[in-house]
């Protein structure tokens, strides 16, 4: 019998809408599934009074790579907002990320020098290579910046002490000895005008789509309708998790509608001290500079993963790590023993290759399969 799909895409977040983009240029049939009840995936925006609401967090699009930035620009081209989040310890505000803004709020030193001296006396107890996050953290800025800006957050966040922390996390921060709060280094960035669901209705346009499905409970049926398989979902669910289970972080949004034009004046406040049980409050109508009467906002909880819950964040540690790297040998042999007639399956995005991927590198992983499979 012939097979009726190419593709069967699981999950319906930006790996996969790259691959039914490209796979319908290259005149393939897709079939989408999503467990959830919308197309999009993290970056899926609820439009409540007028506001594109980020529903599963806050989704700055940044780029360094002028092909990716084109390429998402012909989708729906993005707006001029730069990410410069404001850290709230106690009611002390700082700017973000750390740079002479913070510096001076700090410590009040005005010059590079000034700020460079201070940081060295606060890094005097580290020795040699940082062993964990908090020496990291510690050796690139110093411990009053540690202690209001960085510990709290980070253990929230990582439901971990500092200590049990790999140091690459925070390594994703600028540090800058000049003033610039925008958050992010790359050459490009912004917010998609009108949402991520312009690029994303884009992406999925002529694949034919099943939401509220979840695979692998018809994964009998569903492979028999299509050629080969893309899986985005959690590898270890994948395989039930026979080779243990791999540690993620979850979220909690708790999302108002308030009758006021601006509740604090910026996109992101982070809540940087240890009893905020939140970690920041997204006020979503800064996205897109939005003027109108209403505004909604986003608490966000960090909260311990436990089985059915959404994972949200790969912990790539050592222990995952090595977990991971079984799964994906397993996943290889599993397309060699492949039987005549059985889909290959290609795992994926930020939870099939279990990978702290932002939208950009999801992008480029998508390309990199589409250039070797459509070619
Ligand atoms: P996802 O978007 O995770 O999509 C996977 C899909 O698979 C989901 O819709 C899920 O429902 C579905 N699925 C899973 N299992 C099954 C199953 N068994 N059956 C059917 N469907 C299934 N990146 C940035 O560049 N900038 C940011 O500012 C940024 N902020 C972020 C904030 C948060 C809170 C989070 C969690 C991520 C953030 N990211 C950001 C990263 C970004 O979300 C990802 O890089 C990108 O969305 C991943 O796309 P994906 O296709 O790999 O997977
Ligand atoms: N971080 C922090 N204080 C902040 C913001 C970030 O200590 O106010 C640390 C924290 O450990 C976090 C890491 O920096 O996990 C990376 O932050 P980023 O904002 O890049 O994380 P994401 O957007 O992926 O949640």
């Not at 410069?84 to 001076?104: D, Q, R, V």
């Not at 669901?197 to 979840?214: H, Y």
């Amino acid at each position: 019998m012939d097979k009726k799909y190419d593709y069967l895409l699981v999950g319906a977040g930006l790996f996969n809408g790259v691959i039914s983009y490209y796979a319908r240029k290259a005149g393939k049939s897709c079939l989408v599934v999503d467990k959830r009840p919308e197309l999009g995936g993290n970056v899926y925006c609820e439009e409540i009074e007028g506001i594109n609401v980020h529903k599963y967090g806050a989704h700055i699009f940044h780029t360094n790579d002028r092909k990716i930035w084109d390429f998402v620009n012909s989708l729906g081209e993005c707006n001029r907002y730069t990410n410069s989040p404001i850290a709230n310890y106690k009611g002390e505000i700082y700017n973000l990320p750390f740079n002479m803004n913070t510096f001076n709020r700090m410590w009040g030193v005005i010059t590079p020098d000034e700020a460079r001296a201070k940081i060295e006396s606060q890094r005097a107890s580290i020795k040699g290579e940082p062993k964990n996050l908090e020496e990291q953290a510690i050796s690139l800025v110093g411990e009053d910046i540690y202690r209001k800006l960085i510990k709290g957050y980070t253990e929230k966040q990582w439901g971990k002490d500092c200590k049990e922390l790999p140091s690459f996390i925070i390594k994703r921060l600028p540090v800058r000895y000049y003033y610039d709060n925008n958050y992010f280094n790359d050459r490009y960035q912004g917010i998609p005008e009108g949402g991520y669901n312009v690029w994303i209705n884009k992406l999925f346009e002529g694949a034919d789509i099943r939401l509220n499905t979840n695979f692998l409970p018809h994964r009998e049926e569903l492979s028999k309708l299509c050629k080969n398989i893309i899986y985005t979902g959690p590898i270890d669910e994948y395989f039930d998790f026979s080779e243990g289970e791999l540690e993620y972080r979850s979220l909690r949004f708790e999302t108002e509608l308030l009758d006021k034009a601006d509740y604090q004046g910026n996109a992101v406040v982070n809540y940087t001290d240890r009893e905020t049980p939140y970690t920041r409050i997204i006020e979503h109508k800064h996205f897109e500079f939005g003027k109108g009467d209403k505004t909604v906002i986003t608490k966000e909880y960090p909260v311990d993963f436990e089985k059915g819950m959404e994972p949200y964040y790969p912990v790539n540690d050592q222990k995952n790590q090595e977990i991971y790297k079984r799964y994906k040998e397993k996943a290889e042999q599993m397309n060699k023993d492949r039987a005549d007639g059985k889909p290959r399956v290609i795992f994926g995005g930020r939870l099939g290759a279990y990978q702290y991927y932002d939208m950009d590198k999801v992008i480029a992983a998508a390309f990199e399969f589409c250039e070797e499979e459509f070619k």
